[in-house]
């Protein structure tokens, strides 16, 4: 099997990332690299420094990917770039990078959502997942229970009301000085800790209204910190584990929902850099074999950016014939859903 060659763009955060993907599923090369060292000492992403990285990484990038695959620009079958949502200065030199690509070349040019990326990843990895499937999108900046109904068609059962989990993490990981990114960092410190140490919330568990809530955790995160004086590394370790513990609480309870609100999914399924998290994927894998659904989690590079996941939705997209022109807007906001209601706070990052 072969199939159309797709170039994938992804620049919406700080991963500087191009993949070339084939129809059949191939990976023909890829380079992802991220700015860790540039974001560091901010404990934090700077939208600037980013956007300047892209600008620096992202044509030569292209040019190695190419060329390790031996595949010329002409020989691809279209270009497929981030077009949001996301910290808009990247967003616009990935688009614009992709838009000169696809002009130079004479091929489609397919504006992809970055959540769509995410979305339709575990189809890349897994060539059985069909639709429709119920989508856990677990990231930096969203965190929503999706009904996957086909390509560009999803219904949003639930998303969070602040903030996002990874978001989560990553300011939770700082406030216990475990580094940047925080969410890995979290996770690793959370290994030799004790998860029932520390009683913390877990916002809207339970309750009747399909969203998510994370500020209540994090801020409880924050005042037992507080509370330590002088913390030793296992304390640290205890918080991290509890944390993790109330996290995984939270997005299991509110996943049960949603599969109650979603019978006709085939399958649970989870995407986003959150879903790297060896203990919500167990926790999810739990919660699936429970209700009878397979599970269906990508390898975890598939999870956090990358652009494979932008090249396969580029390609689910032209296979429906649903290609972009060189006017496609960068877009900071850019909602899966458009029907479905505004949350206050939702969405405010990507
Ligand atoms: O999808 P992604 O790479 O970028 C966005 O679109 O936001 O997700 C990044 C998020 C960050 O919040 C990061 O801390 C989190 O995913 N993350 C993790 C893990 N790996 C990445 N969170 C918990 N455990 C991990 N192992
Ligand atoms: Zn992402």
Redesign the pocket.
Known sequence: MTGPLVLGIESS?DETAVALVRGDRTILSQRIASQNEAHERFGGVVPELAARAHADRLAPMVETVLTEAGIALTDVDAIAGTAGPGLIGGVMVGLVTAKALAFAAGKPLIAVN?LEG?ALSPRLADANLQFPYLLLLV???HCQLLGVEGVGRYRRLATTTDDAV??A??KSAKVLGLGF????A??RAAHTGNPARFPLPRPLVGSDEPHFSFAGLKSAVLRARAALAEPTAQDIADLAASFQQAACDCLTDRTARAIAAFPEATALVVA???A??QAIRATLAGLAATHGLPFVAPPTWLC??NGAMIAWAGLERLAIGDVDDLHAPARPRWPLDPAAEAVRGAGVK?
């Open positions: 955060c970055h995410h990231s930096g900046g990874g978001e993490f990553d990114p925080g969410g890995p979290l996770e986003g850099g959150v790297a998290n956090t950016d990507a």
